[in-house]
């Protein structure tokens, strides 16, 4: 027998650049095999922020093996994503630059921080003389495989990207002053790949850093990326996680459609996904706008994206969770937490899903096949 939608129960909110506005309640009576229009009683939607409206259902009386009050279903509309980036402004505030043949120091306010040019590396940056990050920002593109990558060979298919931010080579550092502040580009090679990358480092006006980064793999014969972007670490008193995004759970490029858009609030105990039965890459959170990580006193820093952004956050690192080119006999309980979180803020990585498991790849656009990727976030103190 069809159960009309008499059984449930429906409800409305409205976001306004991840926040919730306003919601609301509405009933459907309809028989089986029939459809109808519903208006929704919303208040006036401007061009003043990302709007979304998302919908549930939920069972309405218990049934047998479904309690009342079950969500049993949801649907996301909107979301002006060009919108919500293009909104966005440089930043203004005095920033004093002092340059010498191997460095560039800079301050903007109680922010500060220095530039080897020699290394072509964020070496300080700190806010009231305490550092911000733990360690800066690099290039990465492996990801600890999960049980459909050993299904598809993915370990040793792309095993060359596993290794390939370690050996870079500094080819040229050029600083100069630009409108939104001072520009760092450094151009490299990744030496084990034969491919070449730029990093831009442009120092904004209020002491923030807008890191923009690019691949090009040109004619190179290179299997596809696991993932483009870049990992660092912070300290793991910076617990407290507030993003802008999908969620709450983890989600993936081709995983992502049940979690909705939204401003969620969480711990870095909140992140780990323990119950798979070994280690494997996890906790990924899609589409972006920024995510923060502040302790106790609401100190940290923020991580804003040019362009949606990915980010992970755990106390174990990429390799921690790598058991190599076979699976280990391993499980969480085997794991040692780090005394940092690592961190990975990425423009993407490869979707998750085959449609099995035992050889067929994520389907063709989840996959990072392209020659050229590039990407920027914005790093900002918080507080």
């Given at each position: 027998n069809f159960i009309t939608l008499n059984n449930y129960a429906f409800k409305w909110v409205l976001r306004k650049d991840g926040k919730e506005i306003q919601s609301g309640n509405f009933e459907v009576a309809l028989s089986p095999e029939s459809s109808k229009e519903v208006k929704l009683n919303l208040p006036s939607i401007g061009k003043d922020g990302e709007y979304v409206l998302q919908i549930f259902?939920?069972?309405?009386?218990?049934?047998p093996l479904i309690p009342a009050g079950h969500e049993a279903a949801r649907e996301e509309f909107g979301g002006r994503t060009n919108d919500y980036f293009t909104r966005m402004k440089s930043p203004e505030g005095n920033l004093e630059i002092k340059t010498s043949e191997f460095a560039v120091e800079f301050s903007s306010g109680p922010i500060a921080g220095r530039f080897d040019l020699r290394r072509g590396e964020l070496t300080s940056y700190t806010k009231d003389g305490k550092p911000v990050l733990e360690t800066f920002p690099s290039l990465y593109f492996w990801r600890a495989p999960i049980d459909n990558d050993f299904g598809s060979n993915m370990q040793e298919l792309l095993g060359v990207w596993r290794t390939?931010?370690?050996?870079r080579k500094v080819v040229s550092v050029k600083p100069e002053p630009v409108s939104e502040g001072y520009l760092i580009e450094v151009n490299g090679m990744l030496t084990d790949v034969e491919v070449p990358y730029t990093l831009r480092y442009t120092i904004l006006k209020n002491g923030s850093i807008k890191v923009e980064a690019r691949i090009d793999k040109g004619s190179r014969q290179l299997p596809e990326l696991p993932r483009f972007g870049m990992r660092l670490q912070l300290p793991k008193t910076l617990e407290n996680i507030t993003y802008y995004g999908r969620g709450p759970w983890e989600n993936y490029s081709d995983r992502n459609t049940a979690s909705f858009l939204g401003e969620y609030q969480q711990k870095l105990s909140d992140q780990f996904v323990a119950n798979y039965i070994r280690p494997q890459e996890n906790a990924y959170r899609t589409d972006n706008r920024w995510v923060q990580f502040t302790n106790a006193q609401g100190v940290g820093?923020?991580?804003?994206?040019?362009?949606?952004?990915?980010?992970?956050?755990l106390p174990y690192t990429a390799e921690d969770l790598d058991p190599g080119l076979t699976k280990k006999s391993q499980h969480p309980s085997d794991l040692n937490e780090r005394d940092?979180?690592?961190v990975h803020i990425d423009l993407n990585q490869r979707g998750v899903g085959g449609d099995n498991s035992w050889g067929a790849q994520p389907h063709e656009q989840y996959r990072l096949k392209d020659k050229v990727y590039s990407y920027a976030y914005v790093i900002e103190p918080v507080k």
């Open positions: 259902a939920y069972t309405r009386n218990d049934e390939a931010h370690i050996n820093v923020q991580f804003r994206g040019v362009q949606p952004i990915c980010f992970s956050a940092f979180i690592s």
